[in-house]
């Protein structure tokens, strides 16, 4: 049973299924995720960024290219990824110190320098910006 209170449920999540606590499908839980299950969890964000990026060119503006980004929980680092891999620097924030340091595994085995990832609060007190893209 999950605690009543929402930053420790994501504590929780972090700690015994952070795939799952991102995307709730039984192949992204820890007992079934093995290689195959973590590169389809990823090409999801892969697709999700791209369809926003497809939109905004289609929609609003062609030449939009962000040099700065911000990914509000960004979990184990789902988005933040693609974004990295597109634009200048992105900053992902999560409230579950477990996710984030799944994160940051997972950035460092891409070999991603571009990646900060920070502790969030009510106020995102350790978030300076601007950003172009949130």
């Known amino acids: 049973m999950l605690p ?3 930053d420790q449920n994501w504590e929780t999540y972090g700690k ?3 795939y799952f606590g991102v995307l709730s499908d039984e ?5 079934q995720l093995d290689e195959q299950a973590i ?3 990823f090409a999801t964000g892969e697709t999700h960024i791209a369809e926003v990026m497809a939109t905004i060119d289609h929609h609003l503006a062609a030449d939009f290219s962000p040099k700065r980004c911000l990914d509000f929980g960004c979990g184990v680092g789902r988005l933040v990824f693609p974004l990295a891999q597109r634009f200048g620097f992105v900053t992902g924030v ?5 996710m984030l ?3 940051r595994k997972n950035a460092d085995g891409l070999g991603l320098t ?4 920070l502790p969030s609060d009510d106020t995102l007190s350790q978030v300076t910006g601007p950003f172009d893209l949130i």
């Open 4 to 6: 009543k209170n929402s």
């Open 16 to 18: 015994d299924n952070p």
């Open 27 to 31: 192949k992204f839980m820890r007992a």
């Open 39 to 41: 590169d389809e969890f």
């Open 94 to 98: 999560d409230i579950s110190p477990s």
């Open 101 to 103: 340091a799944e994160a």
């Open 114 to 117: 571009n990646v900060e990832l």
